[in-house]
């Protein structure tokens, strides 16, 4: 479905404005309904990129974050320390580590994930009626086509 022809400009770049403003503060607030709170926000990331598969060394992090190598270390080690994640010999490749989270870690970022939906889910039932829930479910639909790559 494309944008009607009565819409200008102006009027996306509001709603442009006013979507990254709205989302940088549901994603504000689902962080406060998180295990995560004694985390900083690179560690978080680590521990997600780390439970979806999407990397597996130092460097795949620091490259996937934009960060220097070094920088990715200290975060990684961190985490290590912390018992949220383990590194093994790369079988392939004895020189490169290869990470992964510990039951710990998994467990921690489930959980994180648990709390927030439930709080989503308990304040859309609280705030929107059934028409709303479905307007909602149909603008999910259409922010899914804007992260389509």
């Not at 995560?36 to 990397?55: F, T």
């Not at 992964?100 to 989503?120: F, H, I, K, N, Q």
Request: aromatic fraction near 4%; charged fraction near 30%; proline fraction near 3%.
């Amino acid at each position: 479905m494309k944008q009607d022809d009565s819409s200008t400009p102006t009027d996306a770049a509001a709603l442009a404005s006013e979507l990254r403003e709205l989302t940088g503060r549901l994603k504000r607030r689902l962080r406060q309904e998180s295990v995560n709170r004694g985390l900083n926000l690179s560690q978080v990331a680590v521990l997600g990129r780390l439970y979806r598969g999407e990397c597996e060394t130092t460097s795949e992090l620091a490259r996937a974050e934009n960060v220097r190598s070094q920088s990715m270390g200290h975060t990684v080690s961190k985490l290590q320390a912390d018992g949220f994640v383990e590194a093994r010999p790369d079988p392939n490749d004895g020189r490169r580590m290869l990470l992964s989270l510990t039951p710990y870690g998994r467990e921690r970022v489930e959980a994180g994930r648990a709390m927030r939906d439930g709080w989503l889910y308990r304040t859309i039932q609280a705030r929107l009626d059934a028409e709303e829930q479905a307007a909602l479910a149909h603008a999910v639909t259409l922010l899914k086509r804007l992260t389509d790559e």
